[in-house]
């Protein structure tokens, strides 16, 4: 009985999925093997108290819970109220996730030093160009001197963004101008990321601060030392180590994968140790090893943001995103599975049993029951990096199945690896690099505006549809749309990542301007991280002119319609703090406090310019994008949109 009304449920939350997603579940049930959603069901009825961020277990006189509607306690125990706990949640969760990002910034930081040090490092400088940039802004000698001395001067000032104890962050003085000063005058100008993240706990201890609105405003403090610091940190440094993505050409799905080679999955985030894989994997000593076990060869998919950044700078193809992890080891093809950080699920190691697939974990930051661990180190990263390949091709024959071994043959072409620069040059055309095209596209009516449409894929609602509906909406009122982490993979499987999307569902402005330059109408920026990439771009359209002068007065807008990480907790705060309206799916959990949801929903406005809005129908959510894109339009004076019709697309 249980199990049939769980798949009965499951069905229901996976009807818009692509296709090797529907066919991988099916036959998880069919084969009785328990994954994500089957979790998910049977943890409801989920805890009203937690969703409402009612719940609060910061000491040990608690745990304490709020009963907003009837006659139970209004004050937890030492007297906090709604609005101190509900505050102090999800500043916890901005903590969490700004932790997360900046700790990834800083191991790059960390490889970028090794790298300056050894010449016999597995890393090298690829973009030296990116790292004088990085020099001038820290104010590091470049003139006459060794690039490896440049870039070990360049790392040390970076890491001072973590630990400073004097002064302010250097990195977020990037932004506009007037943001920064805005930033001074309310006392969130990050200082150091350490710090601020260390704050923020601090201040949600218990018997600390109690004023929601003092704890958001360092809640904003903290994020915006994740966007405008560590995550930023860890995308100028990617590009330095591994080279700035240039849009190409590759492919996603499950059907990436080949039942005659042998498959390894990169699953995670940091690009340190799956750039090596990559390189290692191609080598002609890993072919000859494969054919020997009887494969034809060796074969990487990536998961996750691991699979954005090989995607970004190699092509290397995308298994899938967040949800997909344990539905690749449910082919049976995978002979090993390595893990970094982040959204890595340990029930993997439950799907894993039930197949031949060895599930190898690398940081000494996310060891995980049932995983063989194998640790990483950047100094020794080609001879770990083999030893990893080396152990997937031995596991070759071992296939418990083999003639059960299921690929769907689903996968989808797409464009990837934009990056703030090369929105400059597509745009501005070929031979002036600059975004005046952009600005006058919006400026004339070609363009309404821009979207950010970011962030993860999640259980608790209808798989991926959110992220579709609401993109397909955004480009169809040609609105211009970037994408990162799982959205941009979601975005992959459905084809909007090819320039002909344009032609089937871009309205007519939008449509010319794709047309013109031979984009898709959706441009994949990376990574989580590299959100940061998505604050470049709108500081540049800022400093190119004509649409205000700061982020605040664009007509742009964010959205994450399925998030489920601490991390989108993070990327939206700073979002907001950074003066963008930022729409997503199922609120945050905080509804049970009516200040803080009228703070964060409306009064935070008139602090920083953005605020948040929460809306699970992906057709409103567009809709309420679109309308506070035409508010900024019309504030700025600029003209109509030409084409006032509904456009019929190309069929
Ligand atoms: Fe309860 Fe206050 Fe302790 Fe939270 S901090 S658990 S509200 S007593
Ligand atoms: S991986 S944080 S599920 S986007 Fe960056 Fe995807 Fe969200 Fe993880």
Not at 142 to 169: H, L, P, S, Y
Not at 401 to 430: C, D, M, W
Not at 454 to 459: D, E, H, I, R, T
Not at 546 to 565: F, K, N, Q, R, Y
Request: glycine share 8%; net charge negative.
């Amino acid at each position: 009985m249980e199990m049939k009304l769980s798949v009965a449920n499951i069905k229901s939350k996976i009807s818009y999925a692509d296709k090797a997603s529907q066919e991988m579940i099916d036959k998880a049930i069919k084969e009785n093997i328990e994954i994500v959603w089957n979790r998910y069901e049977k943890m409801q009825p989920q805890c009203e108290f937690g969703s409402l961020g009612l719940c609060c277990k910061n000491c040990n006189m608690g745990p304490c819970r709020i009963d907003p509607f009837g006659n139970g306690p209004k004050q937890g125990i030492c007297g906090a109220t709604v609005d101190t706990i509900a505050a102090r949640n999800i500043a916890r969760m901005v903590a969490g996730g700004a932790a997360a990002h900046s700790d990834h910034g800083r191991d790059i930081v960390e490889t970028l030093l090794m790298a300056s040090q050894d010449e016999k490092s597995a890393y090298g400088i690829k973009n030296e160009e990116k790292l004088k940039v990085m020099a001038s802004l820290y104010d590091v000698e470049t003139e006459e001197r060794d690039i490896r001395e440049v870039a070990g001067d360049v790392a040390k000032k970076m890491f001072e963004e973590f630990g400073r104890q004097e002064g302010e962050m250097v990195m977020p003085i990037t932004a506009p101008p007037k943001r920064v000063k805005l930033w001074k005058e309310l006392e969130i100008m990050p200082r150091a990321i350490d710090r601020e993240v260390v704050e923020l706990m601090h201040r949600t201890h218990i018997g600390v601060d109690a004023d929601y609105k003092n704890i958001m405003k360092q809640s904003m403090r903290a994020a915006l030392s994740d966007g405008w610091g560590g995550s930023m940190i860890a995308t100028e440094l990617s590009d330095v180590l591994f080279g700035l993505p240039d849009p190409l050409r590759s492919t996603v799905n499950l059907g990436v994968f080949d039942k005659d080679y042998v498959n390894i999955v990169v699953h995670g985030h940091e690009p340190t140790l799956s750039e090596i894989i990559a390189l290692v994997a191609m080598d002609e000593k890993m072919t000859k090893k494969a054919q020997e076990k009887g494969a034809k060869g060796v074969n990487i998919g990536g998961i996750c943001c691991t699979a954005n950044e090989i995607l970004m700078r190699h092509g290397i193809p995308v298994a899938g995103n967040f949800l997909q992890q344990e539905l690749a080891i449910l082919t049976g093809a995978i002979e090993l599975m390595v893990v970094d950080v982040q959204c890595l699920m340990p029930g993997l190691k439950n799907v894993a049993g039930y197949y031949h697939t060895n599930l190898v974990t690398t940081s000494p930051k996310a060891k995980m029951p049932g995983f063989q661990h194998i640790e990483f180190h950047e100094n020794r990263a080609l001879e770990i990096a083999t030893q990893i390949v080396e152990q997937a091709i031995e596991n070759f024959p071992n296939r418990k199945n083999p003639e059960g071994v299921y690929i769907p043959s689903v996968t989808e072409r797409l464009i990837a690896g934009f990056s703030s620069e090369s929105v400059y040059k597509f745009l501005g055309g070929k031979y002036r690099a600059t975004y005046r095209p952009l600005n006058d596209a919006i400026i004339q009516g070609r363009i309404r505006g821009a979207a950010g449409v970011v962030g993860c894929v999640n259980p608790n609602v209808e798989y991926e549809k959110l992220h579709i509906e609401m993109i397909k909406e955004l480009i169809k009122n040609d609105v211009l749309v970037v994408s990162t982490g799982c959205s941009a993979i979601t975005c992959a499987k459905y084809g909007l990542l090819q320039p002909e999307a344009a032609f089937k569902y871009a309205g007519q402005g939008l449509q010319e301007v794709c047309r013109a330059v031979g984009i898709p109408p959706v441009l994949h920026l990376g990574s989580c991280v590299d959100n940061s990439r998505i604050l470049k771009v709108l500081t540049n359209v800022v400093a190119e002119g004509g649409l205000g002068d700061d982020i605040s007065d664009l007509p742009v807008a964010g959205a994450a319609p399925e998030w489920m990480s601490e991390k989108a907790v993070s990327i939206g705060m700073y979002f907001v703090a950074s003066g963008v309206y930022t729409v997503i799916g199922k609120p945050l959990p905080m509804m049970g406090s009516v200040n803080l949801y009228k703070y964060l929903t409306d009064e935070i406005e008139n602090d920083v310019g953005g605020k948040w809005a929460f809306e699970e129908d992906p057709i409103e959510a567009a809709h309420m994008m679109i309308r506070h894109i035409d508010k900024k339009r019309k504030a700025l004076k600029l003209k109509p949109m030409i084409y006032e019709q509904p456009f019929k697309p190309e069929e």
